[in-house]
Nanobody, 128 residues
């Protein structure tokens, strides 16, 4: 079963940037679409972005366009989420996830219900 491991979270000042990593030790992550989600305290989990295998087409939730960049490094077997101009509302646990199967002709989605594999998350705290 695919194991996902997030890292890169921490305490960041407002206006700063952060790069989160999603790794899959022992698995080839490029076999899967990978999505990033976040869950703020007291709120539902929401989709941020996703990236397809191979050519790496990307998709972003409408509310996440502009400050978030998803990318994949095949050599590092890692998917990244770069976050710019962080603000306190970005404080959340960030998760990466992947579906068990997908159709090549479909774009990946940022719907939590479509994911089968989840990491344990990495906490991002934005505070002065």
């Amino acid at each position: 079963q695919l194991q996902l491991v997030e890292s890169g979270g921490g305490l960041v000042q407002p206006g700063g940037s952060l790069r989160l990593s999603c790794a899959a030790p022992g698995f080839v992550l490029d076999y899967y679409p990978v999505a990033w989600f976040r869950q703020a305290p007291g709120k539902e989990r929401e989709g941020v972005s996703c990236i397809m295998p191979g050519a790496g087409s990307t998709n972003y939730a409408d509310s996440m366009k502009g400050r978030f960049t998803i990318s994949r490094d095949k050599a590092e077997n890692t998917v990244y989420l770069q976050i710019h101009r962080l603000n306190p509302e970005d404080t959340a646990v960030y998760y990466c996830a992947a579906p068990r199967s997908y159709r090549v002709q479909d774009m990946c989605r940022t719907d939590p219900a479509g994911m089968d594999y989840w990491g344990k998350g990495t906490l991002v705290t934005v505070s002065a």
